[in-house]
Nanobody
Framework: QVQLVESGGGLAQAGGSLRLSCAAS????????MGWFRQAPGKEREFVAA????????YYVDLVKGRFTISRDNAKNTVYLQMNSLKPEDTAVYRC????????????????????WGQGTQVTISS
């Protein structure tokens, strides 16, 4: 059973940067596609970014293209989300997810009852 723990959230100013980490334990994520999702108060869960097992393919929601970068280090069993040029509308709880043998694009529509999910880290961007 894979456990995922996010970290790196916090308070930042608009235009600033944060780097989120998602550390896995209980198993290797080397065969898993990994994704980041976010949910703001009163809003639906939203896909942010995903990466396939080998880092060959990444996939982003249009809203974050050019600002966010997803990466992974399979040796460290960790996935990252570098967030630059942050905006107040990026404020949300960010969660990572893992699904074995999935593609990066498929992670965008992952069934929330499948795969493994972290508890989330709060990101708050002030204007």
């Amino acid at each position: 059973q894979v456990q995922l723990v996010e970290s790196g959230g916090g308070l930042a100013q608009a235009g600033g940067s944060l780097r989120l980490s998602c550390a896995a334990s209980g198993g290797t994520i080397s065969t898993y596609a990994m994704g980041w999702f976010r949910q703001a108060p009163g809003k639906e869960r939203e896909f942010v970014a995903a990466i396939n097992w080998s880092s060959e393919y990444t996939y982003y929601v249009d809203l974050v293209k050019g600002r966010f970068t997803i990466s992974r280090d399979n040796a460290k069993n960790t996935v990252y989300l570098q967030m630059n040029s942050l905006k107040p509308e990026d404020t949300a709880v960010y969660r990572c997810a893992a699904k074995r043998f999935a593609t990066a694009q498929a992670m965008a529509s992952i069934n929330p009852t499948l795969g493994y999910w972290g508890q989330g880290t709060q990101v708050t961007i002030s204007s």
